[in-house]
Nanobody, 128 residues
Framework: QVQLVESGGGLVQAGGSLRLSCAASGFTFSSYAMGWFRQAPGNEREFVSACSWNGGRTRYADSVEGRFTISRDNAKKTVYLQMNSLQHEDTAVYYC?????????????????????WGQGAQVAVAS
């Protein structure tokens, strides 16, 4: 049974930091690129970041570039999203997702429809 379980969300003041974790099980984690998406109320789900199977290649949305860092630990089957300098506009439910890609980072990583597996989401709220 495939599972992606996010944790680490919460309420933080603007300018603060949070680290999201996503623990995977039920599939060959090291054969998947992993991504983070977010969805604010009334908005569509949007791409945040993604990394290749070994974390060697990464991609970020312009809105988070320089503030967020994605990383992964294949031994722990976990992907992380370190979020610094948080802004009120970062408030959303954050989802991790897995995209089968045994090599490289597909050019389609920003498209939610390309992903094979999704977590249930973690709420992040940034107070201004």
């Amino acid at each position: 049974q495939v599972q992606l379980v996010e944790s680490g969300g919460g309420l933080v003041q603007a300018g603060g930091s949070l680290r999201l974790s996503c623990a995977a099980s039920g599939f060959t984690f090291s054969s998947y690129a992993m991504g983070w998406f977010r969805q604010a109320p009334g908005n569509e789900r949007e791409f945040v970041s993604a990394c290749s199977w070994n974390g060697g290649r990464t991609r970020y949305a312009d809105s988070v570039e320089g503030r967020f860092t994605i990383s992964r630990d294949n031994a722990k089957k976990t992907v992380y999203l370190q979020m610094n300098s948080l802004q009120h506009e970062d408030t959303a439910v954050y989802y991790c997702a897995g995209l089968y890609a045994a090599a490289g980072l597909p050019s389609t990583v920003a498209r939610a429809g390309e992903y094979n597996y999704w977590g249930q989401g973690a709420q992040v709220a940034v107070a201004s």
